[in-house]
């Protein structure tokens, strides 16, 4: 014979069921994938520094789409760190490509490069990351030393056959073709 008390404890319990499939679904929402909330596809940070061995004396942007782009610059002998080698080993190229994007070569340290936003912007057939320059202030003390700032940029794999990287100021940096 089932009393009051065993029907208000199933109750609880089927509360207590629920409750936590809904806090579930909700925490699988929020780590799977990489989209934001309105379904836009993102940009991540791999990696960010003053040297990602990969030097220049201009600006310039090279677009990584697969393990052979990444063995071939490894071949033609470019001096990527270590940092950046193990950031594109991790990256599974089925999911995206990455974008190399450097400032070029500074006199003084105080240089960056950052996502404004991780959104990325579409054009056509063009996806377009939004890039925050970090400069010194004028009169501020930096230190005395070459450096080459630059970002390492995942991006997933899209209906776009271009990437095309836009400064604060909204001037284009680097436009290229994916393969």
Known sequence: MH????????????RILAGAFLVSLVLYGCISGKKSMGGTPVAEILYHGSDCGFRSDAPFGL?????????????DGSLLC?????????????RG????????MQKTGGYGIRLASTDL??????????????????????????TWPCILIGIPH???RHVQAMDD??????????H
């Open 97 to 104: 490509g990455v974008l190399l994007l450097g400032m070029g």
């Open 63 to 75: 677009w990584i789409g697969g393990a052979s782009d990444f063995s071939r610059l490894e071949a």
């Open 82 to 94: 270590e940092t950046v080698r193990q950031r594109l080993e991790d990256v599974d190229f089925n």
């Open 3 to 14: 009393g009051k008390g065993e029907s208000i404890m199933g109750q609880k319990l089927w």
């Open 121 to 146: 912007e579409f054009s056509g057939d063009t996806a377009i990351v939004r890039l925050r320059l970090i400069r010194p202030s004028p009169g501020s003390r930096v230190t005395q030393a070459l």
């Open 158 to 160: 899209g209906e776009y």
């Open 169 to 178: 100021a909204g001037r284009l940096m680097v436009k290229t073709r994916i």
